[in-house]
């Protein structure tokens, strides 16, 4: 026992230290300083498309992008109930409708299949969201946005350096999202990206992100924006992790074929799906679901994992069970089992870039001791 493990540490000693002194140095520490372009720049030709947005957050990014496309009320956008309750709050802040589908019960994600059907005469868009380590299988989702007209909204804050097909996700969507909280692939402590291959959606974004000022009279506005800006600070730690992007890419991936190494003989709990049809497992998290008939349930697991010093979390909550949304009268009745079912059963281990190890070793140690 040696003391608590985090369920995420981030691993900054690359340029960081160096770029962040070069910020103080020249005293370019806000929005305007030029580690902010050169990181937008290189994160765009990383994920191959023409426009990127640096923001505060990946929360504040959905909210852009939202906005971007002008929903409003009487709008609809489909997206999964199994996600963070940014992407649903991006859409009903501006009065439109998310409509939710269930997501798979093996990859956790949103269920293609289930779209079409939620689809009606108000439906403006598809949220997607890759969650976990695995893209949402794209093809029939571009295959259905195009027959039916729907914008893309992708929401791959837990995919950078992930590709569906070969292809990199955040590269699918008429509008795509990232967050550089510190538990992300690339971290810059808050921070997000919007990217885009749209002229005019850049252009949006990047005036919504900056209150909507106008060029001919600052302080005149015609519509209202947020000040959404990133920092030259967060940016400089954002470029020095970005170059090491591949790097921890494969880091996480060692580290997550150990914990499969280790529990893949546990009984009563279902693992983390390692690769698909059409991608490898980025880990963003390395997720448990308890099986039915164990008695525990995610948070038994999770407060008897703290007892033995292992930080854990749990998986998200519905959105159509969130009590804002019931109170406001939305969802009520909805029922999606397979959500339902992971976020009282599912919780994720110890995911972190500074895993080492010995700390896997002890995590699973303890999984199986809380199993025995
Ligand atoms: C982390 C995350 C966000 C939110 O990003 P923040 O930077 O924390 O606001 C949005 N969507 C998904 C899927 C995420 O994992």
Redesign the pocket.
């Known amino acids: 026992m040696t003391g608590f493990i985090p369920v995420n540490e981030p691993v900054l000693d690359g340029n960081e230290k160096k770029y962040l002194a070069q910020c103080i140095d020249t005293g370019w520490i806000s929005s305007e300083g030029p580690f902010v372009r050169e990181f937008e720049s290189r994160f765009a030709a990383r994920v191959g498309r023409k426009h990127s947005v640096a923001v505060c ?6 909210d852009a992008a939202a906005a971007a496309l002008r929903l409003g009320p009487g709008d609809e956008v489909i997206m999964p109930t199994f ?2 309750i ?2 649903a709050s991006a859409v009903s802040r501006l009065g439109a409708t998310p409509v939710l589908v269930d997501c798979d019960p093996k990859t956790w994600n949103m269920d293609p299949a289930a779209i079409e059907d939620r689809i009606t005469e108000r439906t403006r868009a598809i949220m997607v ?3 976990y380590g695995l893209p949402v299988d794209m093809d029939p989702v571009m295959e259905i946005a195009q027959r039916r007209g729907l914008r893309v909204i992708e ?1 791959a ?2 995919m950078i350096g992930q590709t569906y097909r070969g292809r990199p996700c955040g590269s699918f969507g008429d509008l795509s ?1 990232f ?3 510190p ?2 692939h690339v971290t810059t402590g ?3 990206m919007i990217v885009t291959d749209d002229d005019a959606l850049a252009e949006r974004c990047r005036s919504l992100r900056n209150l909507c000022f106008i060029p001919a009279r600052r302080f005149v506005h015609k519509e209202l924006g947020w000040n959404f800006r990133m920092t030259n600070l967060q940016a400089a730690v954002g470029l020095a992790q970005l170059e090491r992007l591949d790097e921890f890419v494969a880091r996480k991936r060692r580290s997550f074929a150990r914990y499969m190494d280790l529990l893949s003989d546990v009984r009563g709990i279902q693992l983390p799906v390692a690769s698909t049809a059409f991608a490898e497992n980025i880990n ?1 998290v390395f997720g448990i679901v308890l099986d039915d008939a164990l008695e525990m349930d995610a948070s038994g697991a999770i407060q008897r994992l703290a007892g033995q010093g292992i930080g854990t979390r749990p998986f998200f909550w519905p959105i159509h069970e969130q009590p804002v949304y019931r109170r406001m009268g939305l969802f009520l009745g909805e029922k999606h089992p397979c959500a339902e079912r992971i976020a009282r059963r599912g919780f994720y281990l110890p995911s972190g870039l500074a895993l080492t190890e010995e700390q896997i070793a002890r995590v699973a140690e303890s999984v199986r001791r809380i199993l025995a």
Do not use: P, Q, R
Not at 57 to 62: E, H
């Open positions: 957050n990946g929360s504040a990014a959905l996600t963070i940014s992407c969201v890759h969650l929401d804050a837990e999202t967050s550089f909280y538990n992300k808050e921070g997000g963003w």
